[in-house]
């Protein structure tokens, strides 16, 4: 019966596009991405994903004015996906939404909850074939539990070898003992060759405990406040079984917060450069706000992460500390690339944006850095426009000329809070080291040193790089710089590019997401009854309807009008297409039930997805509007026939109206990820519904309990705290403890002492799988 029932009610649901899902606002007519802050991203051959961080969309209204951004808290769950095929202007008048893909990780489209919950950073883990997220912050909810503190999340894409029995979706996996989901903030690598992925340093509580987006000073120890003094490696060889391992930072490599990693193809399985990254972050610190002595303390220590950066060989597991010459000064969540030259004599790192991580209301960056290894020389290559500085993006590269700079947010210096600087993506030639106005992946060429850095390092455009070691200023060890004369095994690399261009207005969609719910988690109990005389409801009207229609057709065709029905006129299939069309909003309850509820449609009695749903419909997104919006409009249902895979036509252009009963969610009035330190900001034009500033909720009434707490959700999501809007910020008590200002350093001194790495889980030990067959009934651990 559940299986039924949820399978009309995917036949109800309407595709959305990649567009702001909820918290439309009244007289709303159109939406542009404004920031995204913080996101993971990893490329899987010749796609992007985009997942978490907090993405704000800036509202058009109908009377041609902008309303404040509102951040909507992503409650389905929706992964981005872009697709190198698609060709794409930067301009700022290009709408971006247009060309991203979206997944959501809720079963059927409906809300993700702690299935798939929304994390500000961490990382996303890829190969070729699938990715997998780890760490990151959760905003607080009491919608529902969070996941527990070993649960990450795998999306296969492709299968390893032959498939098996192989299904492309989500699916929860489990960390073994000795680690867990709880760290933000390090710097994330994935090696598709070696099937490895990395995270180093970042933050942790000081217990390493649940951590939390914003958790204020009442709960300072939900805050991840401590360097993490860890590099954590994910082994994906399996794609059924990765095997992680925690591993202790040697003393001479100390901990730090939003640095870069990247990878470099040289010796046996390549080597890693961690570059960037602060101590003491001022959105670390509990209160969201500068403390005095550890700016101070920043201020020292910090530059350091530039000017000696931290070498890690794969293969041999051996960290190394090189210094370099002419660093830029220090920096935080800025991104970075690696482009190696045509014959290898230099790999050129490419570090894009960031800020200090100590004052967000100063000026962004906007310049483009690079460092070239093995000189270990840095060069400024590109100065850019302030205003246009970003922080906390993401940088891929899908050829090897050119990097894309996708999200961000600008410097919170101005009086309102405001979107970005030009469009939300950025193209970047890193040979002719121009910025570009558009991007076509019939356009590209191998990388070319740019004559910046060969005329710093020697050679050419196609390496021959003269500068093949350290300055001899600078001290550096032999066993190191002998790595790069190592080569790597290139045939290990598999190259995508070139991409056929994508033929035009067709929707990038990755294919068949379907989600594998952990069962049990996070449904609070009163729930599954309601839900399941909800659907039994439904069920039964169905039925009832169904055996009417059933009796009509059989009085029909007594009456000898099969034959009519068979040329359409009076096809019972399609009365039942027309009732579902033009049923009264009330029967269409399990639509908004399936939506408010924190539960997965498919429960505990319902072990499989129809493979109708999962091969063609999942992927589509919910429409989150208001039953009566969809009468009204007459445009939000998909008829059944939808069912079918033809996902492939162009999702966005028919994509039905995406008003909400969630508008007035979060429209917000200061706040800027966690950077709520500028107390000036107020709302650029608060919403009609938003009569308070710093109020989130106002507005919206005939809410169950269940919405409510959804929508507390939501706007706790969006890092309003009103606390901070009614000015604690501005007050801004800078009295820190002095035991506490110590706290990093000498932790990270007394902490462990260990010269080498030092595997603090190895096993892969209890790794468990979430399989929706194996799993299901089994409850929770
Ligand atoms: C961009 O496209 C999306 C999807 O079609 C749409 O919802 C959004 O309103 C558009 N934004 C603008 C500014 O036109
Ligand atoms: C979006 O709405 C704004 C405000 O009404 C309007 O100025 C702008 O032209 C719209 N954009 C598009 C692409 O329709
Ligand atoms: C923080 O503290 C408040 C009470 O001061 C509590 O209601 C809330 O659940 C706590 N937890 C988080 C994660 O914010
Ligand atoms: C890594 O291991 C250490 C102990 O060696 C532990 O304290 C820490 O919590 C682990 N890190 C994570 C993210 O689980
Ligand atoms: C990048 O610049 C190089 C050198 O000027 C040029 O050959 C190449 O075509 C450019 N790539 C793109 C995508 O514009
Ligand atoms: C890039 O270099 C490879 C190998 O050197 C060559 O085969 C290929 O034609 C080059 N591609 C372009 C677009 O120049
Ligand atoms: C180079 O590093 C290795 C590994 O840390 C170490 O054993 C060796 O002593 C170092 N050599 C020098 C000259 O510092
Ligand atoms: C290089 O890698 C390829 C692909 O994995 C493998 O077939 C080949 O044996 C490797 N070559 C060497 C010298 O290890
Ligand atoms: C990306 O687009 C190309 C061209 O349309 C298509 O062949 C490919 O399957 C797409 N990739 C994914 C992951 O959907
Ligand atoms: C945060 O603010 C509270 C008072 O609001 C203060 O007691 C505490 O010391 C502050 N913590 C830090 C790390 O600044």
């Not at 503190?149 to 296969?156: P, R």
């Amino acid at each position: 019966m559940a299986l039924l029932v949820s399978f009309l009610i995917a036949g109800l649901f309407a595709r959305l596009c990649a567009a702001q899902q909820a918290g439309w606002q009244p007289g709303q007519v159109n939406a542009t991405m404004c920031q995204w802050q913080e996101p993971r991203a990893g490329v899987i051959r010749d796609t992007v994903y985009l997942d978490g961080g907090f993405l704000w969309w800036e509202p058009g209204m109908s009377d041609g004015s902008y309303g404040a951004p509102t951040n909507d808290g992503n409650p389905l769950g929706i992964v981005y996906s872009l697709n190198f095929s698609i060709p794409f202007s930067t301009a700022q008048s290009f709408n971006m939404s247009t060309i991203f893909g979206t997944t959501s990780k809720g079963a059927g489209g409906s809300e993700a909850n702690n299935i798939g919950p929304l994390y500000y950073d961490g990382a996303m883990f890829a190969n070729d074939y699938e990715w997998i997220t780890y760490g990151g912050l959760l905003s607080s909810t009491d919608a529902y539990s969070p996941p527990p503190d070993d649960e990450v999340a795998q999306y296969n894409q492709y299968a390893y070898g032959p498939p098996k029995q192989f299904e492309n979706g989500f699916v929860l996996e489990y960390l073994p003992s000795g680690l867990t989901r709880y760290i933000t903030d390090g710097a994330a690598v994935s090696v598709p060759s070696e099937n490895l992925g990395f995270y180093f340093g970042g933050l942790r509580s000081a217990t390493f405990g649940d951590i939390y987006y914003d958790p204020g000073a009442a709960n300072a120890s939900l805050n991840a406040d401590s360097l993490s003094e860890t590099l954590i490696k994910v082994d994906m060889s399996d794609q059924e079984n990765s095997v992680w391992h925690n591993y202790t930072l040697p003393t001479s490599v100390p901990g730090r917060a939003n640095a870069e990693i990247v990878w470099i193809p040289v010796s046996k399985q390549g080597i890693l450069v961690a570059i960037g990254g602060v101590i003491f972050p001022s959105y670390a610190n509990v209160n969201q706000t500068d403390n005095p002595a550890q700016t101070l303390e920043s201020e020292q220590q910090s530059p350091a992460f530039m000017s000696t950066v931290a070498v890690y060989d794969v293969a041999n597991q051996v960290w190394y500390e090189q210094e370099t010459s002419g660093p830029p000064g220090q920096l935080t969540q800025g991104c970075a690339v690696v482009a190696s030259a045509q014959d290898g004599s230099s790999h050129n790192i490419y570090w894009y944006g960031g800020f200090d991580g100590l004052h967000p209301a100063a000026t962004f960056s906007d310049d483009v850095w690079v460092l070239s290894v093995p000189s270990f020389m840095w060069m400024k290559v590109k100065s850019g426009t302030p205003s246009h500085g970003r922080a906390g993006h993401k940088c891929v590269k899908p050829y090897p000329d050119q990097m894309f700079v996708i999200g961000g947010y600008p410097s919170l210096g101005g009086a309102d809070f405001s979107c970005l600087e030009g469009n939300i993506i950025q193209v970047f030639n890193l040979s002719s080291l121009d910025w570009l106005d558009n991007y076509d992946p019939s356009v590209w060429s191998n990388y070319s040193v740019p004559s910046m850095i060969y005329d710093m390092i020697g050679g050419t455009g196609t390496g021959s790089a003269t500068q093949t070691a350290p300055s001899s200023t600078t001290s550096s060890n032999a066993t190191m710089i002998a790595l790069f004369q190592q080569q790597y095994n290139t045939s290990k690399i598999t190259t995508w590019y070139p991409y056929q261009a994508a033929t035009t207005s067709s929707t990038p969609r990755p294919t068949l997401p379907s989600v594998v719910p952990k069962p049990g988690s996070g449904t609070p109990s009163f729930l599954a009854p309601v839900l399941a005389v909800i659907l039994g409801l439904v069920f039964i009207t169905v039925l009832v309807v169904g055996i009417m229609l059933w009796r009509r057709r059989r009085l029909l065709s007594v009456m000898g009008t099969a034959t009519q029905s068979e040329n359409g006129t009076v096809d019972p299939r399609r009365g039942v297409l027309g009732w579902l069309r033009a049923v009264p909003a009330d029967a269409k309850a399990p639509t908004i039930t399936t939506e408010e509820t924190p539960s997965s449609p498919y429960d505990d009695e319902n072990p499989y997805m129809p493979p109708e749903i999962g091969g063609g419909q999942v992927h589509e997104m919910m429409d989150t509007s208001r039953p009566q919006e969809l009468s009204d409009s007459g445009t939000g249902l998909v008829p059944l026939a939808l069912l079918s895979r033809n996902s492939a036509q162009g999702g966005l252009t028919s994509s039905p109206s995406v008003a909400s009963h969630t508008s007035a969610t979060s429209t917000i009035s200061n706040i800027s990820g966690r950077h709520p330190s500028n107390p000036a900001i107020s709302p650029i034009a608060p919403s009609p519904n938003s009569p308070e500033e710093g109020r989130i909720i106002s507005g919206v009434s005939n809410l169950s309990e269940t919405d409510k707490g959804h929508l507390r959700g939501i706007s706790e999501t969006s890092g309003v705290s009103v606390a901070t809007g009614s000015g604690a910020a501005a007050i801004s008590p800078l009295s820190p403890p002095k035991v506490e200002g110590g706290d990093y350093i000498s932790a990270k001194a007394g902490g462990e002492g260990t010269s080498g790495p030092n595997d603090g889980s190895g096993s892969p030990g209890s790794k468990r799988r979430s399989n929706f067959s194996e799993e299901l009934g089994e409850s929770k651990k």
